[in-house]
């Protein structure tokens, strides 16, 4: 009887572990975006808020950015502006873990 109460408890003790761990944040990765918004700030950083289109979205709208001090920051407006106008999606590089997480590239879609 004391065993049975003993590996009942064990496993009472491992549900209730499992139900309070934290869930997985996703990773630094490739992800396949809609476009809400973008923009550049007064201080010259460019803005996006970017949407994961995957069966389950890692985010949805996630504030992006490419700092005024990039040489592509005009080319990441226009890429980000031109999916917003034709409904197209971007693909883009970031760790949706980071508050504002600055992008590497961003790539036009389908």
């Known amino acids: ?3 049975k109460l003993m ?3 064990g496993v009472a003790v ?3 572990a499992g139900s309070l761990a934290p869930n997985a944040q996703a990773a630094a990765a490739n ?3 809609t476009v809400y918004m973008a923009g550049p700030q007064s201080g010259g950083t460019v803005y996006a808020v970017v949407t994961d289109t995957a ?3 890692a985010f949805t709208k996630k504030w992006i950015k490419v700092p005024a001090t990039s040489p592509e920051e005009n080319q990441f407006l226009a ?3 031109t999916a917003m ?3 197209k999606r971007v693909q883009i590089y970031i760790d949706p873990a980071v508050s504002y997480p600055t992008t590497t ?3 036009l879609t389908e």
Do not use: D
């Open 7 to 9: 590996v009942l408890l």
């Open 31 to 33: 992800y396949f975006c």
């Open 79 to 81: 890429t980000a502006l």
């Open 85 to 87: 106008a034709s409904g």
């Open 55 to 57: 069966a389950t979205p």
């Open 1 to 3: 009887m004391k065993t």
């Open 105 to 107: 590239y961003i790539y």
């Open 14 to 16: 491992l549900v209730l």
